[in-house]
């Protein structure tokens, strides 16, 4: 007997449980956007090669194109729906706010996703291929304009507004103590 | 996409069975790459069985001193772990490297492994490949190619292996671990890749329906004065166009131990062995440095377009050895 | 006449749609729901030229989801015999599926529907196609040059003055380079994507485009319907550069949307953008230069030549870039175009001028190296009075304020002239400066402003905001011209039933509908009795600049600016890094400091990116682009990019109610010479081929 092609499952996005039935061809991008309406995570090429679709696993990063849906089961998914506390940005969100860190808007949601991340990742100590020494006797590193951008290198920006969202990534690490 | 079944399994002798040896289904990591060829209709599984879940997660020291890598570690967890920055940088470099900080989370060591060129011929499943369609030709050899081979390659394909991890892991000499419904097996990483000649669609050595457990690094003292350094056409986020791992131990202005590996010249991590040669024992000096680059690279067998990349592979080996060297000497 | 208001215009505003954008509740185009929606994926031509023998559509009928398969046997029939707005016949690749004829690798052949995308894919994949294949000649290269002819785009093709030969002979100084800029794409990060419906009789069309006003009159145009009864709206888009007018995911859309009567959904894949979104063709391009000792020009020549398809023009102005940058007794530029079987190449973001540029300032730079003299020097040296082919005056030309503001502010002053000189570790440094310049317009447009009852205003202009800030821009605008505080002002744009305006391109567009904002505003606020009550439906006043734009003296309008670049050049690798750039503008009045330097930098980060990263290769034997993805084709990322800085000097346009003249290109203008310019000085190698790839530093023995 063939195998089914299709599985009924349940999804925790923001919090929320979310039961649906998948295509297991969907990935957890198409999931989000055409099943379950939170549409806030963009598609861009795909392919894993813009990160507009970036969105937080289990608080760790991650490119939903190249997630299938169905192996995403039994995860926490965090998309940029979810990440504001109800009215209240997050500091990242109102540090791209303030600062212009965008134009289009579209690589945006992944963008700050990707940031939220970086700065977690970068309290815990990992390095970059930024950073000089990467020994852990050497220390953590610290979080400069360089760094940021090495770490954000997975987040393609057509309009090219890299230069004011580094900046936001470096005010609203500033002011969890990381920034250099 | 064709449609297909999905299986997670939650250990490695289930996992073994659900594939069942069957050619049409494929173990899924993190997906970075398979969903992407699937996608593409490079790849078209009937039945996807999901590793991640497998107890394969951890980093732990092996009985010799060495250090094992579980297969479902991913990229991030290898990199950020101290023992792997401390005994063996450059491992961690090349991880970092390589992709970028969400494919990183993803991506697992044994998917790292397996995964496939980034040849466009390939990828492109309209155009004739050897590797992807067997007999159908490579358009590269006449066509595209400045990113492509000039070691080991042959009339049938001259892709490369995208890895970056890969190339640190040949120079250390790391052995890959698996296991099949027979039972488990080693390979060195040395045989894991097969030599490309008339057949580029065989790529590795493991038994049909084997899965990848883990990964060991053996204790390499010189690995702890390691380097990675790869150069690409941006300054992140793109595959190489030349890599080298390198580790240098240096005595008395005399070269004691040394590794050396390259990236993206030829169909796997290329170990640079002719060139190892050439350094044991000799003076640590640029002159040394570059005559063992040479005697590795006079193997090389540049197509029209690529030639760039056996001068580039000589700078890096002059460059990072020079780089070790020096450091080694303060 | 420039309005000095003490208003919002000029002050730094965060955009009105901010919020929506840094939460994920702004909707693009494929993001709008639709009960019934169907998913139309397009299946594209395996073959660069041929016609389509067959196309197996029964056995994808029957796969699951599939609603029908549209191609040229059934389509409906569009007539593409126009002219549209933008004053040129559309290109005839977006009459889809009217012929068996293939003209392009990935050319659309058939439109798969059905009831989830990814049955859509998978039917689209299995679709089976055979091809009467025909040999085809994708071969681009300064070589086709004999079988090319010059062709009138928005500039005319050929201009010429004075004898240049003779010129050339009688000069002190020659330089006489070849330059080429390879296929570059657009890339904006959303996909081109449409939905349409019909409803009460009115074709809807939610789209991803840089103008619902040219995109609706196309569509009604394609599918010969009264204008009034096609609605497009577009009121988030995830970038254009101009690529994003009418293209074939519409038109399949629309056609499915009439055959089967429920709302249709197309969009494209990355991949499939490579070949039916348009591109910036490759460029082979000639500049001889002729001057004196002291470097004032006798002999100025640029020729151009581009591709386009076998099917339409399509012009790269590039030699037309040089018509109003620099005088000489001999001016002759000349832009050509060869005819191959590829798609239909289309503006991108400073057509012409951003691979004109890099020729002709990469030029002048050798130019001030064989004169002995400072690049900027040189460029103050031949500074022309007017326009030096047209006669005419400029508007306002402040390009030498430009290059001294930028010249202190970067540290030019110090620079040693010497190249391959400054070492720091393993990278050679150096620094490159270049002009720019970019056409200023206005185009007619319409709007209306409506006084609220609750004291309120809403102005209804049919903008596009594709990442410009056009949007907040207006609402800037508007609240100057009413008089009134920016919060009580809502813009709406995006929607082509507001009536019609200028498309989001040619840096025209916050100008033309700036205009038309302030033209309604400012008569509305004129006819509002201090007090007086507002009716429920409110007072509603209408503008049109048809007439005041068509009363435009002629002149040469112009922003200018100078761009300032410091590299670091590995000889080893032939890794080459930007550590700094600096562009000051002379572009009319800045309406958003905050949005503007924003998409100033922007540009001149296209520049980096052009100068070391863009280049889509063309497969000769396939004829399709090889590596047709975002892997594949490398735009600049977060590490490539230093902190670029924008400013610019006072230029308020005399001519504009405002004084705005558009900030969208000029950015690129000139960015990719001065880092061209800057690996010179850094290594001494001039490298005329874009990009500078590690593999051409490495290899770049003598000049490149």
């Known amino acids: 007997m063939p195998p089914s092609t299709s599985s009924d499952l349940t999804l925790s996005v923001n919090g929320e449980k979310y039961t649906l039935t ?3 061809r969907t990935t957890l991008l198409d999931a989000l956007r055409e099943r379950l309406d939170l549409t806030g995570t963009k598609k861009g090429c795909d392919q894993g090669q813009c990160g507009a679709c970036t969105l937080l696993v289990d608080g760790r990063r991650a490119v939903s194109c190249l997630q299938l849906a169905v192996a995403a089961e039994g995860r926490e998914i965090t998309t940029i729906e979810g990440v504001a506390e109800g009215d209240q940005l997050h500091p990242v969100q109102q540090a791209f706010l303030d600062l212009d860190g965008y134009q289009c808007g579209y690589c945006t949601p992944g963008q700050i996703c990707s940031a939220i991340a970086l700065i977690e990742e970068h309290a815990a100590g990992w390095p970059s291929a930024a950073t000089d020494d990467i020994r852990p006797d050497a220390g953590p590193p610290p979080l400069t304009p360089e760094e940021i951008r090495e770490r954000m290198s997975g987040n393609l920006c057509r309009c090219g507004a890299y230069v004011s969202i580094v900046q936001a990534v470096a005010r609203a690490a500033e002011a969890k103590g990381a920034a250099a | 996409m064709r449609e297909f079944g999905y299986q997670r399994a939650y250990d490695v002798s289930g996992a073994v069975a659900l594939l069942d040896g069957d050619g049409e289904a494929r173990f899924l990591g993190g997906g970075t790459n398979l969903v992407d060829l699937m996608k593409t209709g490079v790849e078209r599984p009937a039945l996807l069985v999901d590793v991640r879940e497998l107890p394969l997660d951890r980093i732990e020291p092996a009985g010799d001193g060495g250090l094992r890598i579980g297969a479902t570690v991913t990229n991030s967890d290898l990199a950020a772990h101290p023992e792997v920055r401390r005994r063996y940088p450059a491992l961690a470099q090349a991880v970092l490297a390589g992709a970028s900080g969400q494919l990183r ?65 040949a120079a250390f000499d790391a052995v890959v671990s698996y296991e099949t419904a027979d039972g488990p097996g080693e390979l060195p990483l040395a045989d894991f890749y097969l030599p490309v000649g008339e057949t580029p669609h065989l790529e590795t050595a493991l038994p049909p329906g084997a899965l990848i457990t883990g990964v060991t690094l053996p204790p390499t003292p010189v690995a702890a004065d390691s380097r990675y350094r790869k150069v690409r056409e941006r300054a992140s986020y793109a595959f190489a166009i030349g890599s080298i791992a390198a580790a240098l131990d240096v005595e008395d202005g005399v070269v004691r131990d040394v590794r050396l590996a390259f990236g993206a010249v030829a169909s796997r991590p290329w170990r640079a062995r002719a060139a190892e040669r050439a350094l044991l024992g000799a003076p640590a000096d640029a002159e040394n440095f570059a005559a063992a680059a040479d005697a590795e690279l006079a193997h090389a067998k540049p197509l029209p377009h690529n030639g760039y990349k056996v001068t580039l592979m000589r700078n890096l080996v002059i460059a990072v050895l020079s780089e070790l060297a020096e450091e080694a000497t303060r | 006449m420039t309005t000095a208001t003490q208003g919002s215009v000029g002050t730094a505003h965060t955009r009105i749609e901010g919020r929506d954008k840094v939460t994920g509740a702004a909707r693009y185009a494929a993001e709008i729901p639709f009960a019934e929606l169907a998913h139309g994926w397009l299946a594209l031509s395996t073959v660069a030229r041929g016609r389509i023998r067959s196309i197996d559509t029964d056995a994808v009928l029957r796969m699951p989801g599939v609603l029908t398969v549209l191609h040229h046997h059934n389509a409906p029939r569009v007539d593409s015999d126009y002219v549209g707005l933008l004053g040129v016949p559309p290109d005839p690749s977006v009459a889809l599926f009217q012929h068996d004829r ?23 994949e299995a679709l089976v196609v055979t091809y009467d294949q025909e040999p085809h000649d994708v071969a681009f290269s300064a070589e086709r040059q004999a079988e090319a002819y010059p062709v009138d785009g928005h500039a005319p093709g050929v201009m010429e003055k004075g004898d240049l030969e003779a010129q050339l002979a ?14 570059e794409y657009h890339n904006p990060m959303e996909p081109h994507a449409a939905t349409a419906l019909w409803e009460g009789g009115r074709l809807e069309v939610v789209d991803s485009n840089q103008g619902t006003t040219w995109v609706a009159g196309e569509l009604a145009n394609l599918f010969s319907l009264d204008p009034a009864s096609v609605r497009v709206r577009s009121e988030h888009v995830g970038g254009g550069f101009g690529s994003k007018g009418v293209r074939s995911h519409q038109v399949a859309a629309v056609m499915a949307a009439t055959v089967l009567q429920r709302p249709v959904r197309v969009v494209m894949t990355r991949r499939q953008m490579f070949s039916l979104a348009g591109y910036r063709s490759p460029t082979a391009q000639r500049v001889r230069l002729g001057a004196d000792a002291d470097g004032r020009l006798r002999a100025l020549e640029h020729q151009s030549l581009n591709m386009t398809s076998s099917v339409h023009e399509f012009v790269e102005p590039s030699a037309a870039a040089s018509r109003a940058m620099y005088d000489a007794d001999a ?59 047209s006669g005419l005056p400029f508007s306002s030309r402040n390009l030498i304020a430009c290059f001294e503001e930028g010249a202190r502010r970067f540290g030019w002053a110090d620079r040693d002239p010497r190249p391959g000189v400054r070492r720091d570790g393993r990278w050679l440094l150096g620094t490159g400066t270049a002009a720019a310049s970019f056409p200023a317009g206005a185009m007619p447009s319409t709007a209306a402003v409506t006084a609220e009852a609750d004291g309120t205003f809403t102005v209804g ?46 840096s025209t567009g916050t100008r033309s509908w700036a205009w038309a904002v302030t033209a309604a505003a400012e008569e509305l606020r004129q006819s509002l009795a201090p007090g007086a009550d507002i009716p429920p439906e409110g007072i509603t006043v209408r503008s049109n600049t048809a007439e005041a734009i068509g009363a435009l003296a002629q002149k040469e309008r112009h922003s200018f600016g100078a761009q300032f670049a410091e590299v670091a050049v590995d000889p080893a690798t032939g890794e080459v890094r930007v550590r700094r750039m600096l562009g000051i503008f002379a572009a009319g009045r800045i ?33 399709g682009v090889y590596g047709a993805d975002l892997a594949g084709y490398h735009v600049a990322a977060h590490a490539d990019i230093p902190h670029v800085e924008a400013d610019w000097v006072d230029d308020p346009d005399p001519d504009d109610p405002i004084g705005i003249k558009g900030i969208g290109e000029i950015g690129i203008v000139g960015a990719a010479a001065a880092v061209a310019n800057a690996v010179w000085h850094a290594t001494g190698v001039r490298h005329r081929h874009l990009p500078i790839r590690p593999d051409r530093v490495l290899m770049a023995g003598g000049d490149a």
């Open chain 1, 22 to 24: 998948v295509d297991h």
């Open chain 2, 105 to 169: 989370n993803m991506a697992t060591v044994g998917g790292n492994l397996l995964q496939r060129t980034r040849c466009g011929y390939f990828a492109d499943v309209t155009s004739a490949c050897n590797k992807r369609n067997p007999g159908s030709g490579c358009p590269a050899i006449t066509g595209e190619h400045h990113n492509h081979a000039i070691l080991g390659a042959s009339d049938h394909c001259v892709a490369t292996h995208p890895s970056d991890m890969g190339v640190a892991l």
């Open chain 3, 102 to 124: 293939v003209v392009h690798m990935g050319w659309p052949v058939a439109l798969v529907v059905a009831e989830t995308s990814e049955q859509a894919r998978e039917a689209a």
């Open chain 3, 170 to 183: 009688s000069s002190a100084v020659v330089v006489d380079a070849e330059y080429t800029t390879p296929e």
């Open chain 3, 331 to 389: 001016h002759h530029t000349a832009s050509r175009v060869v005819r191959l079987d590829v798609p239909t190449p289309t503006w991108m973001r400073a057509p012409g001028e951003a691979p004109g540029s890099f020729a002709l300032e990469s030029a002048f730079d050798e130019l001030a190296e064989r004169c002995g003299i400072d690049p900027i020097e040189l460029r103050l040296r031949n500074e022309p009075a007017v326009g030096p082919v």
């Open chain 3, 461 to 506: 202009i049919n903008a596009a905001d594709i990442g410009t800030g056009a949007r907040t821009a207006l609402t800037l605008v508007a609240a100057d011209a009413l008089g009134v505080p920016t919060d009580r002002v809502r813009v709406r744009i995006g929607d082509s039933d507001l009536g019609p305006a200028m498309i989001a391109g040619g």
């Open chain 3, 591 to 623: 309406v958003n400091p905050l949005t503007a330097r924003n998409q100033l930098v922007g540009g001149m980060i296209w520049g980096i990116s052009m100068a070391l990263h863009e280049e889509a290769v063309r497969d000769r034997a396939t004829g």
